[in-house]
C-alpha cells in the first residue's frame, strides 16, 4: 500500500532539548533534517526539568572544575556509569550552557553578572546555571527558536510505531501515523536519532508526562540496538501527594537547593537521622544548632536534604513507613521558616503558583506535602559515549532514552546539560556517519506493512480488553512489585504477569475511529510499555544488591562485583513480545588519571 512518505538525511525522533541540539548540529552540517514528535513543538517533557542544568564554570565557587564534577557524577552513579560519558559531560557541560546564552537563553545572574549557580542534591559546589525554577521551559524555548530559525521541518502529533530496516539490515527510517487523521506516513532517512525521553508512565505514580511511554527504549531494541541499565528507576524525592489529580507531579529539587528542609509528621528534620545515625536532631536546642553540628562533623558538606536523589527517597520512605508521615502518605518540605515570602516568589515562581493553584497551599505560609515520585529511567540504549551510535547501524541516541551517562542514579541538574551534550555530539556522529557513505538504501516493505497491520488489529476484533484497563492494571502491579523498595518474590511476581500482560495486550479491542481517538493512541503505546517494563524487571531480578536508583530489601548492600558490569538486554527475534536476551556488558576501563580523581574524591 502507498502511504504519505518523506526523505531525509537526518531523522530525529523527538523534540526535547536533545533532539532540537541534535537537530542544529545536523541542520548546520547542510543536511537535510526532519523532527518528529508525538505531542507539539515545545510541549517536550524537558520544559518541566526546573531547578537548572548543571556546569561546572565556577561563578559562585571558583574552585569549582570538570574534575569534581566528574567525580560528583561518577560517585553519584555509584561507579556504574560509562565514564567516558560523564567525563565528557562534565568537561563540555560549560560550553553548552555559555552556546544557550549567545543564543537567548535569559539565566539568572550574579551581583558582578555572571550566570548564577544554585545548589542541588550531591553536587559538591552551586553549579546549576538555572532561570528561576522555570530552566526547561528556557533551555526548550531557546532551542526552539534556533531550530526553526533555520528552517528544519517539524511533524508534529506523530506518533512512531516502529523502526524499518533495509534489505542490508541498516536502520532506513520509520513508520508512523498522525494523531489527528489517523493516517499512515513514513519516513525514510540515512541516519535516525532516538530522542524520545523517558518511561514513567508505566508507573502509578510518576512526574512523566502522558508522553513517557518508553517508544525510544522499545523501538531501538527491536531495531537491534542494546538496553542496559534498565532496573535503575529514580525516584524523585519530591513530588505532589495531594490531592490526587496531580500526585506525582514533580516539586522542585530547587526548593532543596534554596534552604527548604524535609520533616515528618512530628515536625522534625529527619535527613539529620539518616546521614549521621549518631545525632539525632531532636536532641539539639535548636535547628542551628543540628546545622552547626553537621557542618562541623562533615567537613562542610551540603546540606543533608542535599544528598543524591536515591538517598532521599528512600529517607522519606522509611520515615512513611515508621508511622511518621503526612495525611496523605508523604512528609512536608518546609522552605516557609528558612526564608522569606519575597525570596520564595522570587526564586521559586513555579512553584509558589503550582501548590496555590493546585493544593491550595501558600509556600511562603506553609509546609508542602510531598513524596517519591517515579521520575527518570537511568537506564536506556547502549551508546558509544564519543558518537551517540547504538549497536544498530544508521541508529543513535541521546537524552533519557540514552542509557550509561548516569549509571545507577542521576544526580539533579545533569540532565540538562546531559541533553545538550549529547544532543550535540549525536548531530555530529549522524553527520560522520552519513559522510562516510555506508547508509541505509530502501526501506523494507513488508517491515512497514507488518507495523501498519499490528497497529490496526485492535479495530477488527470482534472482542477484546479496552487498553485503559491493561494500563490502569500494569502500573499498579509495576508500582507495587518493581517500586523503589524490591524484593526476590515481589519481581519473580511481576515476571509471572508481565507474561500474562503480553497475552492482553495481544487481544486489546478499541472502538471508534482512527482520528484523535486516545484509546488507539494508547493501544499502540503499550507494546513499548511492556517491553521497558520486561527489561526493568529482569534486570532487577538480576542485580542482587543495592546501588543507587535500584534497592533491593533483601539485598540492602552493594557488592563489588556488580560494579565491575551493565546488565544488557537484547531481542531473539525484534518484536515486542519476543524473547529479551539479557548479557553482562563489562565496563569500559577508565584511565588512570581518572582513577586518581576518583580515588581523591574518598
Known amino acids: 500500500m502507498t502511504y504519505e512518505h518523506h526523505d ?69 552513579g555509584k561507579y556504574l556509569n560509562n565514564y567516558r560519558m560523564a567525563e565528557l559531560h562534565a568537561k563540555e557541560s560549560p560550553a553548552r550552557v555559555r552556546e544557550l546564552e549567545q543564543w537567548g537563553a535569559l539565566f539568572d545572574r550574579t551581583k558582578d553578572g555572571k550566570i548564577l549557580q544554585r545548589d542541588f542534591g550531591g553536587h559538591r559546589y552551586a553549579r546549576l546555571a538555572h532561570v528561576g525554577d522555570r530552566t526547561g521551559l528556557e533551555l526548550i524555548r531557546t532551542l526552539q527558536q534556533k531550530v526553526v530559525s533555520m528552517g528544519t521541518d517539524v511533524f508534529m502529533e506523530v506518533k512512531v510505531l516502529r523502526l524499518v530496516h533495509d534489505a542490508d539490515g541498516r536502520v532506513a527510517g520509520c513508520v508512523a501515523y498522525r494523531r489527528p487523521t489517523g493516517e499512515f506516513i513514513t519516513f525514510g532517512a540515512k541516519a535516525v536519532i532516538l530522542a524520545t525521553g523517558g518511561a ?19 523501538m531501538a531494541l527491536w531495531a537491534g540496538a542494546n538496553l542496559i541499565d534498565m532496573e535503575c528507576i529514580q525516584f524523585h524525592p519530591t513530588g505532589m501527594v495531594w490531592p490526587l ?28 537521622d539518616y546521614v549521621a545515625p549518631m545525632f539525632r536532631a531532636e536532641t539539639a536546642e535548636s535547628e542551628e ?35 511518621r508521615g503526612s495525611p496523605h502518605g508523604g512528609v512536608y518540605l518546609d522552605i516557609a521558616t528558612r526564608r522569606s515570602a519575597e525570596f520564595i516568589r522570587r526564586r521559586l515562581p513555579s512553584m509558589y503558583h503550582q501548590f496555590m493553584e493546585l ?93 501498519v497491520a499490528e497497529a490496526l488489529a485492535p479495530f477488527e476484533r470482534e472482542e477484546g480488553e479496552n487498553p485503559y484497563d491493561i494500563q490502569r492494571d500494569l502500573q499498579e502491579m509495576m508500582q507495587a512489585n518493581v517500586g523503589i523498595i524490591r524484593t526476590q518474590s515481589e519481581l519473580e511476581y511481576a515476571r509471572g504477569q508481565l507474561e500474562t500482560f503480553t497475552e492482553r495486550i495481544r487481544n486489546i479491542k478499541v472502538k471508534g475511529g482512527r482520528a484523535y481517538n486516545p484509546g488507539w493512541n494508547l493501544a499502540t503505546d503499550l507494546p513499548a510499555m511492556i517491553t521497558v517494563c520486561k527489561a526493568v524487571t529482569i534486570g532487577a531480578t538480576l542485580r542482587k544488591e543495592s546501588r ?37 556488558s563489562t565496563l569500559l576501563t577508565m584511565p588512570d588519571e581518572l582513577k586518581a580523581l576518583l580515588e581523591e574524591a574518598k
Open 200 to 218: 514513567g508512565k508505566s508507573w502509578q505514580f510518576t512526574s512523566n508526562s502522558w508522553e513517557g511511554t518508553g517508544d525510544g527504549h522499545a
Open 359 to 451: 493544593a491550595g497551599v501558600d509556600i511562603t505560609r506553609e509546609a508542602m506535602e510531598i513524596g517519591p515520585t517515579c521520575h527518570y529511567i537511568m537506564g536506556g540504549v547502549q551508546v558509544d559515549a564519543d558518537t551517540a551510535a547504538t549497536a544498530a547501524r544508521g541508529l543513535f541516541a541521546a537524552g533519557e532514552v540514552a542509557g550509561g551517562m548516569h549509571g545507577a542514579n542521576r544526580l539533579g541538574g545533569n540532565s540538562l546539560s546531559d541533553l545538550v551534550v549529547f544532543g550535540k555530539r549525536a548531530g555530529e556522529g549522524a553527520v560522520r556517519y552519513i559522510a562516510a557513505g555506508d547508509v541505509a538504501g530502501q526501506m523494507n516493505d513488508h517491515q512497514v506493512e507488518a507495523a
Open 245 to 272: 489529580s496531580v500526585r506525582g507531579l514533580l516539586v522542585t529539587e530547587g526548593v532543596r537547593g534554596d534552604g527548604g528542609v524535609l520533616r515528618n509528621s512530628e515536625g522534625r528534620r529527619f535527613m539529620f
Open 548 to 584: 543507587g536508583g535500584h534497592t533491593r530489601e533483601d539485598f540492602p548492600s552493594a557488592d563489588p562485583e556488580f560494579a565491575k558490569f551493565n546488565f544488557a538486554h537484547s531481542t531473539n527475534g525484534g518484536n515486542w513480545d519476543s524473547e529479551i536476551v539479557t548479557k553482562e
Open 289 to 323: 544548632e543540628a546545622d552547626k553540628w553537621y557542618d562541623d562533623h562533615t567537613a562542610g558538606r551540603r546540606p543533608p536534604e542535599l544528598l543524591p536523589r536515591d538517598e532521599v527517597a528512600r529517607a522519606i520512605n522509611a520515615e512513611v513507613k515508621a508511622g
Open 8 to 76: 531525509y538525511d537526518v531523522l530525529i525522533i523527538g523534540a526535547g532539548g536533545a533532539g532540537l541540539r541534535a537537530a542544529i548540529e545536523a541542520k548546520q552540517s547542510g543536511l537535510s533534517v526532519a523532527i518528529l514528535t508525538k505531542s507539539l513543538l515545545g510541549k517536550a517533557h524537558t520544559v518541566m526539568a526546573e531547578g537548572g542544568m548543571a556546569a561546572a564554570m565556577g561563578n559562585v565557587y571558583p574552585e569549582d572544575n570538570w574534575m569534581v564534577h566528574f567525580r560528583d557524577t561518577m560517585r553519584g
